[in-house]
């Protein structure tokens, strides 16, 4: 491996960082970045650990820790860094999100938690609403309305581990939960996840020596999003322990404030790590008409009140006209379908890809786009909600089971064939050195995926492609899989993705009759995506359609006005070009039919006060 001179080192693939991105590139001490949206966080931390690894600054054989809040956030970052590394460098990089860093501390060292507190091994990982089921079929508690078994959940992860001796009910609770189970099963949310990760951590010196003597570097992605359990892990693993952390994030975009991220995030790191905040201010993303939107928020909103000048510099790439917005205002939301797809389809036959539009809505898109959707199927477009698909098709164990299907199916799938035998190799512990050893496994292969032709052929229910997919499972062998992916040990787990992935391919196959379009479709290839404002965050559109600005959408918004103005951002920055917004005065669906916008009045204010949105307005 070659060394390059720290002086000399410059941003990989001809990147080019603007000043301060560049300074915590380079940092050697712990930094807080604050960057808006397509500010370019993801390539920023890429960079850095191209040049921390290619400098030696982290030195062989110490790794780098990247902890993301979303999968596609770590996959992302993973990918950029294996791309401007190259492998042998990369594999020093661990691109993870907090969920799944607590659960490889736990898995891997569960025997080293007192046994009043250590889980079975075999825990069954659920999410809130289905302990809420599992204590009401147990008779736990006898309470009538959700939000009572809702409080007893998150008395179990309110403090940390473990509980204060007046808090036997809780322990109680902890012991049926996670540990004695009359039933013979142990659940576990991934907030008790954190809280065991971070007690099994603070209770053993020895593995948080280990921890450090690992890692050199912590990256921490989305930070805004950090909840006070993610923090007490982060911190308990390293505070005060020589690791250089660099964390990025943006408090306009804090909207999981509902889901337990810390308001003050920001200053508990420049508290507790002496962290140096710098701000970025390059948007790469949006252009410079729908940067005019953002910057006219920011200076009624955001930094209304603030000494500090602050402005967001547009990429040179676009021309100074580029970008278009729009807020329709209609009488009903019939009307607001046929408009709306009308203006979709138009800009499908303009070029855009399908997957460049997306259809946004605060909240139930099931509800506010129903029609939209109805409406563009007439027109032969396809639109659906990416809720059930988004987190599934990040998974490991999907990716390789929709690469093995391609290969049975399609004619023509090197990619996928490449991918997969290397895998293939990996757990088989095939030396590919070992010519003769590699061309009998690729043999074997090859006359399975001849036998599996054939196979799927067969397969006329949903029953027998359940069994076909579990032929494919044992032959690669599950236990291989669980090995290289030890995030699938948990066997419930394993099989809820296996049943998920089952049932969603086979729907779109009984819509289409044909399984290489069946895969395309599930993948989303060839349709439109629709989502909440909350799972948009990450991500990026050449054009936005903001289904709903209306009070009914921001229902609580007079409550919790910072959150609803950081999702009215989110939203209105996932734009490149073209952002349109909607407004129905009766929405069919919805509790109440009668809408108003009385109460979000400020986000209209701000649209118009841009002087870039054109407001059009329909009659019935």
Same mark, same amino acid.
């Given at each position: 491996?070659?060394?390059?001179?720290?002086?000399?080192?410059?941003?990989?693939?001809?990147?080019?960082?603007?000043?301060?991105?560049?300074?915590?590139?380079?940092?050697?001490?712990?930094?807080?970045?604050?960057?808006?949206?397509?500010?370019?966080?993801?390539?920023?931390?890429?960079?850095?650990?191209?040049?921390?690894?290619?400098?030696?600054?982290?030195?062989?054989?110490?790794?780098?820790?990247?902890?993301?809040?979303?999968?596609?956030?770590?996959?992302?970052?993973?990918?950029?860094?294996?791309?401007?590394?190259?492998?042998?460098?990369?594999?020093?990089?661990?691109?993870?999100? $907090?969920?799944?860093?607590?659960?490889?501390?736990?898995?891997?060292?569960?025997?080293?938690?007192?046994?009043?507190?250590?889980?079975?091994?075999?825990?069954?990982?659920?999410?809130?609403?289905?302990?809420?089921?599992?204590?009401?079929?147990?008779?736990?508690?006898?309470?009538?309305?959700?939000?009572?078994?809702?409080?007893?959940?998150?008395?179990?992860?309110?403090?940390?581990?473990?509980?204060?001796?007046?808090?036997?009910?809780?322990?109680?609770?902890?012991?049926?939960?996670?540990?004695?189970?009359?039933?013979?099963?142990?659940?576990?949310?991934?907030?008790?996840?954190?809280?065991?990760?971070?007690?099994?951590?603070?209770?053993?010196?020895?593995?948080?020596?280990?921890?450090?003597?690992?890692?050199?570097?912590?990256?921490?992605?989305?930070?805004?999003?950090?909840?006070?359990?993610?923090?007490?892990? $982060?911190?308990?693993?390293?505070?005060?322990?020589?690791?250089?952390?660099?964390?990025?994030?943006?408090?306009?975009?804090?909207?999981?404030?509902?889901?337990?991220?810390?308001?003050?995030?920001?200053?508990?790191?420049?508290?507790?790590?002496?962290?140096?905040?710098?701000?970025?201010?390059?948007?790469?993303?949006?252009?410079?008409?729908?940067?005019?939107?953002?910057?006219?928020?920011?200076?009624?909103?955001?930094?209304?009140?603030?000494?500090?000048?602050?402005?967001?510099?547009?990429?040179?790439?676009?021309?100074?006209?580029?970008?278009?917005?729009?807020?329709?205002?209609?009488?009903?939301?019939?009307?607001?379908?046929?408009?709306?797809?009308?203006?979709?389809?138009?800009?499908?036959?303009?070029?855009?890809?399908?997957?460049?539009?997306?259809?946004?809505?605060?909240?139930?898109?099931?509800?506010?786009?129903?029609?939209?959707?109805?409406?563009?199927?007439?027109?032969?477009?396809?639109?659906?909600?990416?809720?059930?698909?988004?987190?599934?098709?990040?998974?490991?164990? /999907?990716?390789?089971?929709?690469?093995?299907?391609?290969?049975?199916?399609?004619?023509?799938?090197?990619?996928?064939?490449?991918?997969?035998?290397?895998?293939?190799?990996?757990?088989?512990?095939?030396?590919?050195?070992?010519?003769?050893?590699?061309?009998?496994?690729?043999?074997?292969?090859?006359?399975?995926?001849?036998?599996?032709?054939?196979?799927?052929?067969?397969?006329?229910?949903?029953?027998?492609?359940?069994?076909?997919?579990?032929?494919?499972?044992?032959?690669?062998?599950?236990?291989?899989?669980?090995?290289?992916?030890?995030?699938?040990?948990?066997?419930?787990?394993?099989?809820?993705?296996?049943?998920?992935?089952?049932?969603?391919?086979?729907?779109?196959?009984?819509?289409?009759?044909?399984?290489?379009?069946?895969?395309?479709? $599930?993948?989303?290839?060839?349709?439109?995506?629709?989502?909440?404002?909350?799972?948009?965050?990450?991500?990026?559109?050449?054009? /936005?359609?903001?289904?709903?600005?209306?009070?009914?959408?921001?229902?609580?918004?007079?409550?919790?006005?910072?959150?609803?103005?950081?999702?009215?951002?989110?939203?209105?920055?996932?734009?490149?070009?073209?952002?349109?917004?909607?407004?129905?005065?009766?929405?069919?669906?919805?509790?109440?039919?009668?809408?108003?916008?009385?109460?979000?009045?400020? $986000?209209?204010?701000?649209?118009?006060?841009?002087?870039?949105?054109?407001?059009?307005?329909?009659?019935?």
């Amino acid at each position: 491996m070659i060394i390059i001179d720290k002086v000399k080192w410059k941003p990989v693939d001809g990147i080019i960082l603007e000043e301060n991105a560049l300074l915590a590139t380079k940092s050697s001490s712990n930094m807080l970045v604050v960057a808006g949206p397509g500010a370019g966080k993801s390539e920023l931390l890429a960079q850095r650990a191209c040049y921390l690894l290619q400098t030696n600054e982290c030195s062989e054989p110490h790794r780098i820790l990247a902890v993301s809040f979303k999968k596609d956030a770590a996959a992302n970052i993973e990918e950029r860094v294996l791309k401007r590394c190259g492998k042998e460098l990369g594999q020093r990089f661990d691109s993870m999100t $907090f969920d799944a860093f607590a659960k490889s501390l736990l898995n891997q060292f569960i025997n080293a938690i007192p046994i009043d507190y250590r889980p079975q091994k075999e825990y069954e990982i659920v999410n809130d609403d289905e302990l809420i089921e599992v204590l009401k079929t147990q008779e736990i508690f006898n309470y009538k309305y959700k939000s009572q078994y809702k409080n007893e959940i998150d008395k179990l992860t309110k403090d940390k581990l473990p509980f204060s001796a007046n808090n036997k009910l809780v322990k109680n609770l902890w012991d049926f939960v996670a540990n004695t189970d009359s039933d013979g099963k142990c659940y576990l949310t991934f907030r008790m996840i954190g809280r065991l990760a971070e007690y099994l951590i603070r209770i053993n010196p020895l593995l948080k020596k280990v921890l450090n003597m690992t890692y050199s570097h912590v990256f921490l992605d989305e930070y805004q999003d950090t909840t006070s359990i993610q923090y007490d892990l $982060f911190k308990t693993c390293f505070y005060q322990q020589g690791v250089v952390v660099t964390a990025v994030g943006d408090d306009k975009q804090r909207i999981m404030i509902w889901a337990g991220a810390l308001r003050d995030a920001f200053d508990r790191l420049i508290r507790d790590f002496n962290a140096t905040e710098i701000m970025m201010v390059m948007n790469h993303r949006s252009a410079p008409r729908l940067l005019q939107i953002q910057k006219t928020l920011y200076k009624n909103f955001f930094y209304k009140n603030s000494e500090i000048a602050f402005d967001i510099v547009n990429n040179n790439k676009w021309n100074q006209e580029d970008g278009e917005s729009y807020i329709h205002l209609f009488k009903d939301d019939n009307k607001e379908a046929e408009i709306i797809s009308a203006e979709i389809l138009k800009l499908i036959e303009l070029g855009y890809s399908k997957r460049d539009i997306c259809i946004l809505a605060k909240q139930t898109p099931e509800i506010y786009c129903t029609n939209i959707i109805n409406k563009l199927a007439e027109l032969g477009i396809v639109a659906r909600n990416e809720a059930k698909y988004q987190d599934l098709l990040k998974e490991d164990l /999907i990716n390789l089971l929709v690469n093995i299907m391609t290969i049975i199916v399609k004619v023509k799938s090197s990619n996928e064939w490449v991918e997969f035998i290397e895998l293939f190799r990996y757990l088989n512990e095939n030396n590919e050195n070992d010519v003769y050893k590699s061309i009998e496994l690729e043999k074997q292969l090859n006359n399975r995926i001849i036998n599996f032709k054939i196979q799927i052929g067969k397969v006329k229910t949903f029953i027998e492609f359940e069994i076909f997919i579990n032929n494919i499972l044992e032959f690669i062998d599950v236990d291989k899989i669980k090995y290289r992916y030890s995030q699938y040990n948990n066997i419930t787990t394993f099989k809820k993705l296996t049943s998920d992935y089952c049932e969603l391919v086979w729907r779109e196959y009984e819509l289409c009759s044909e399984w290489v379009r069946a895969l395309e479709n $599930f993948k989303g290839k060839d349709s439109i995506p629709i989502m909440t404002v909350h799972k948009s965050k990450g991500l990026e559109y050449e054009c /936005i359609f903001f289904v709903g600005l209306e009070d009914g959408a921001f229902w609580n918004f007079n409550n919790q006005r910072d959150e609803e103005f950081c999702a009215f951002f989110v939203a209105l920055s996932r734009a490149k070009k073209r952002l349109d917004f909607t407004y129905c005065e009766n929405r069919s669906l919805t509790r109440y039919s009668n809408q108003s916008k009385s109460n979000i009045n400020e $986000f209209y204010n701000i649209l118009n006060d841009s002087e870039i949105v054109e407001t059009i307005e329909y009659d019935a």
